[in-house]
DNA sequence: GAGACGTGGGA
DNA sequence: TTCCCAAGTCT
């Protein structure tokens, strides 16, 4: 049984928040495919790091909805950090294509090969976290307190708001992040460190949430300042965001006699970068008719096919699609893919919609009964 | 250290 | 519709 104080600074007065949040977590934990229970852990299971690892990387600024599906895939296609290292970067894109923040894949990929390397183990240190590729001050602690069960701070966004809220902290969130992790390094307990960052996740995620916190759920109500002044939502504070600028392109979808469409794979780095599209204008160009021609993949019959609108993180984007059909030649640095193969190329949801708006269907997985020698 | 870097869902 | 934002990292 264990004891009833079960914080590491026993002489801290923020300890009894922690056994109240592992309570409330031993009863309303969410259950997801990467984890394990807390009755579980409690019997002496332990995660798996690589699936915490990849978990971790697919959740940076995710929502746990899209992640689950993705999860699932990577783990049937790659089951261990060696199967992934072995794996070719472009099936890796191509299995990430949707997700967003593609240089996640990237680092994920390179941070395979490296752990696979060394042995298939990951560091179980946050400095030797840290020095893998997309391992950041995040991520590292993560995986220390659920992988390894260390007592790490675990700081994501849940844990700035749990935080912001228990102590009213009225720092803009950017510059209160020293402060915030003073706090948690004090709170966390040296039992069950791993059980306490999910639940501080869980809590911000399911009852301490953005808007309209569920406070009379709340584990942690009588230990939160923000409820004493009557005013949770206030927090965190953040400072205004600027707008976003609107850029506007063209993009082109050229169809074979076959129906295979012309595509071509962008830079390495940079916006969706390594991700495959379809070929466009620059996105800050001018929509005229002579700009237009001109960026197009090969002279030919453009015809107007609509026009879609896609919001990135910093800049909202308008592309004018134009669709041609062809029997040309390939041009220099492009490649067709065939109906069958187009839903599973590496293309980012921009791209899908661009070519969604010139044909119809044509990206959607192919259903069991099209499908070409479907049982 | 500020800006780049995706997407989809909820209110 | 529009805004906000979700388990951040890299440069």
Redesign the pocket.
Known sequence: MAPADQTRKTASPFGDIATRLLGWYDVHH?E?P??ITPQEHARGARPDPYCIWL???M?????????KAYFRVFVEKWPDVGALAAAQTEDVMKAW????????AR?LKA?ADLVARRGGRFPDTEAGL?E???????????IMA?AFDRPAAVV??????VISRLFSITTPL??AKAEIRAHVERIVPGTRPGDFA?AM??L??TIC????PRCMLCPLREDCSAVVSGDPEHF?V?L?????PLRRGAAFVAVRGDGAILLRKRAE?????G?TEVPTTAWTARIDGATTQAAAPFPGNWKPAGRIA??????ALELDVFLAHTNGETPAGHFWSLPSDISGEA???????AIEAAIPGATKKPSPHSAKGAP
């Open positions: 969410r997801l990467w984890r978990s971790e990387v959740l940076q600024q995710t929502t746990v909805e899209a992640v294509a949707g997700l967003g923040y593609y240089s996640r680092n941070c840290r893998l590729p997309g391992i950041g001050a995040y991520t590292s602690a993560a659920i994501d966004g849940n844990v700035e708001r950017s510059e999910q996740m869980d911000g995620a949430t953005p808007r309209r965190p953040r205004p965001k600027a707008d976003k780095k940079g916006l969706l970068g991700m896609h919001v990135f993180t910093h800049f293309l980012p949801t921009v791209m899908k919609k």
